[in-house]
Nanobody
Framework: QVQVVESGGGLVQAGGSLRLSCAASGRTFSSTAMGWFRQAPGREREFVAAIRWSGYRTYYSDSTIGRFAISRDNAPNTVYLQMNSLKPEDTAVYYC??????????????????WGQGTQVTVSS
């Protein structure tokens, strides 16, 4: 059984910052990449950022590049999402996901095998 657990969401004013954490665990579990997605009410789940363990390559959506940063921890299967200059349109449930696949890109929900329950991020104007 693989578990993916996010933490760090909350309420913040526009222009503020939040840091999300995510850890995936399970016996003999080893991911190839981990990513963050978000889903606002009435909208589809969208890609935010991802990191591939091989070469530590990172991927960002156009709406978050330059404001958000994904990073890894020394602990296996652990990532962070530093979110700066937050905007009200960043309000959503943020999901962490882990992939077992090797891929040229990790920007699609189909690239991932395991998902967390999500953490709410609310940005007030």
């Amino acid at each position: 059984q693989v578990q993916v657990v996010e933490s760090g969401g909350g309420l913040v004013q526009a222009g503020g910052s939040l840091r999300l954490s995510c850890a995936a665990s399970g016996r003999t579990f080893s991911s190839t990449a981990m990513g963050w997605f978000r889903q606002a009410p009435g909208r589809e789940r969208e890609f935010v950022a991802a990191i591939r363990w091989s070469g530590y390559r990172t991927y960002y959506s156009d709406s978050t590049i330059g404001r958000f940063a994904i990073s890894r921890d020394n602990a296996p299967n652990t990532v962070y999402l530093q979110m700066n200059s937050l905007k009200p349109e960043d309000t959503a449930v943020y999901y962490c996901a882990a992939s077992l696949y090797y891929s040229s890109t990790y920007t699609s929900t189909g690239n991932y095998n395991y998902w967390g329950q999500g953490t709410q991020v609310t940005v007030s104007s």
